[in-house]
């Protein structure tokens, strides 16, 4: 295998952009190239992650271009994915050799369209998404079998909003922060029991771009270099009906294969939209309650769809970085009910 | 069930309805047709301004935020026959749909061509946008009808290629 670094890392999340995706883009484009050491032209490889069904505008992937800088003209791939699969291409582009560097970008509108129809799609075609079962409904049911197999009750799940929130203050890409009492919000109403609104994600409007290279461009940027130690996806069967919707068996492969569990890791930075979900992902993850997890605030508080599996992979980044903490695991999801992941290990030299 | 008729079709009717944002660069077009005038933009001084503009110079990806005005007469780059219907559209058949390089515009602008035989269409063709009564005007593409012919000589093909 050969060492990956990671140079660089921007975002821009906001509660609802007037911007177009281009100009959206196209500054935290020149900001992770500026901070990433090499040219625009330098970087062999461009790989995006979006979807068109976001913003309800075909080829809207393609027009992001516009704002990467594509002329003189570039090797370029798009996953209609969040973007911690354009990083997993661009990983494996590396790792065949037939690049040294890659640029990788990402980003969502979930203000223009109604998500929760718009997630419908993602449901099997034929029996499930005619009856246009919205994304917290189909949350909701995973998280009451959640509860009832591992007894952990809606308290639990307002603790996790509780300190989501207040870690989102120090992130200033956070969109949902603040100081909540658990008690308070219980006496909320339910959205889709046993969710309540605080158990739910703030979506968001943005875009993320991070910049990697091999171990000689890597250690040549001068900062502490951060390596993917480990990178893996899986996923799991689509349909609701026919796997466990308690566990993730996805993410559990996944980290084997990353090698989550082969050293201590300080701090976890997990996509998960949903609170109970933070706990199935703890679980496959393996992480002891002793793990921090998520001090960015989390998906639960900014879910830039897209864009947030890649952030925090890239949030995971700037913290071993800044020398707080020396190995991470980072995880993105896509689909309902945590159907499918990718699990990624950071290691600080 | 070994009787039982195959389905082999089933319909699922798929309707999204999305509140569109057209961004600053959109907005200043949109803005600009609906009082009759046709805005691009560009990333500076000595830029190509582009027609609509979608936000940034593709060239050199540099924000395109500064509004310029062009004409509403331009020449045609390249064209084509239509002889399929399409439902949006009301034009006879068939007729022809061009890019037309708007004077003082660095991009083709694509729209539809009337009042002119078929057989006359060429590249170098000068043209002007004919615009709705002005009470019809709005923030959409559709305040202009379509381009006509303005019988100014052509443009030599040299100066256009560039553009075609």
Redesign the interface.
């Known amino acids: 295998m050969r060492d990956v670094g990671i140079l660089s890392f921007a975002q821009s999340n906001a509660k609802s952009e007037l911007r177009n995706e281009v100009e959206i883009l196209l500054p935290v484009v020149k900001e992770a190239v500026k901070a990433s050491g090499l040219a625009r032209n330098d970087i062999d490889f461009t790989c995006s992650g979006s979807s068109d069904f976001l913003q309800g505008q075909p080829f809207a992937f393609v027009m992001a271009l516009d704002g990467v800088g594509a002329w003189p003209p570039i090797k370029e791939s798009h996953v209609e994915m969040d973007g911690a699969w354009a990083l997993y291409e661009s990983w494996v582009k590396i790792q065949t050799g037939e690049v040294e560097s890659a640029l990788i970008y990402s980003f969502g509108k979930t203000s223009p369209g109604d998500l929760a129809e718009v997630l419908a799609l993602q449901l099997d075609p034929y029996c499930v998404t005619q009856l246009w079962p919205d994304a917290d409904s189909v949350a909701g049911i995973q998280a009451r079998l959640f509860l009832e197999r591992s007894g952990r009750s809606e308290r639990d799940l307002a603790e996790i909003a509780v300190r989501s929130l207040a870690d989102a203050k120090d992130n200033p890409h956070a969109v949902a922060k603040g100081d909540f009492d658990a008690a308070k919000l219980l006496s909320e109403p339910y959205r889709t029991s046993p969710l309540r609104d605080h158990d739910c994600p703030t979506n968001a409007d943005g875009a993320t771009v991070m910049v990697i290279a091999s171990a000689d461009i890597a250690r040549k940027h001068g900062q502490r270099p951060v390596w993917i130690r480990g990178i893996d996806h899986r996923i799991d069967p689509p349909a609701l009906g026919v796997r466990d919707l308690t566990r993730a068996p996805s993410a559990e492969i996944a980290a084997g294969k990353a090698r989550v569990g082969a050293d201590k890791i300080d701090f976890a930075e997990i996509d998960a939209p949903y609170t109970h979900q933070e706990l199935i992902l703890r679980e496959a993850l393996g992480l002891g309650d002793g793990v921090r997890v998520n001090p960015s605030g989390g998906s639960l508080c900014t879910r830039t769809l897209f864009s947030c599996g890649l952030n925090r992979i890239g949030d995971a980044y700037q913290r071993i970085a800044s020398g707080d903490g020396d190995r991470a695991v980072a995880l993105a999801t896509a689909g309902h009910c945590l159907q499918q992941n990718l699990v990624c290990v950071l290691e600080g030299e | 069930m070994a009787d039982a008729e195959p389905i082999k079709a089933?319909v699922?009717p798929?309707r999204?309805?999305?509140?569109?944002?057209?961004?600053?660069?959109?907005t200043l077009f949109l803005r600009g047709l609906a009082r009759k005038k046709i805005i691009g933009a560009r990333s500076g001084p000595g830029q190509p301004v582009l027609v609509p503009p979608?936000?940034?110079?593709?060239?050199?990806?540099e924000?395109a935020a500064e509004a310029v005005e062009v004409k509403d007469t331009g020449t045609v780059v390249t064209y084509s026959i239509i002889r399929v219907p399409s439902e949006n559209i009301k034009f006879e058949l068939p007729y022809a749909c061009v890019n037309v390089l708007l004077d003082g515009a660095a991009i083709g602008f694509f729209h539809v061509l009337q009042n002119c035989p078929l057989e006359d269409v060429r590249i170098g063709m000068r043209v002007r946008a004919k615009w709705v009564a002005d009470d019809k005007l709005t923030t959409s593409v559709s305040s202009i009808e379509y381009f006509e012919p303005t019988g100014e000589p052509d443009v030599p093909y040299e100066k256009l290629r560039e553009n075609t």
Request: glycine share 8%; hydrophobic share 40%.
């Open positions: 089933i699922t798929v999204l309805e999305y509140d569109f944002t057209a961004g600053k660069a959109a979608r936000g940034a110079d593709p060239r050199t990806s924000l």
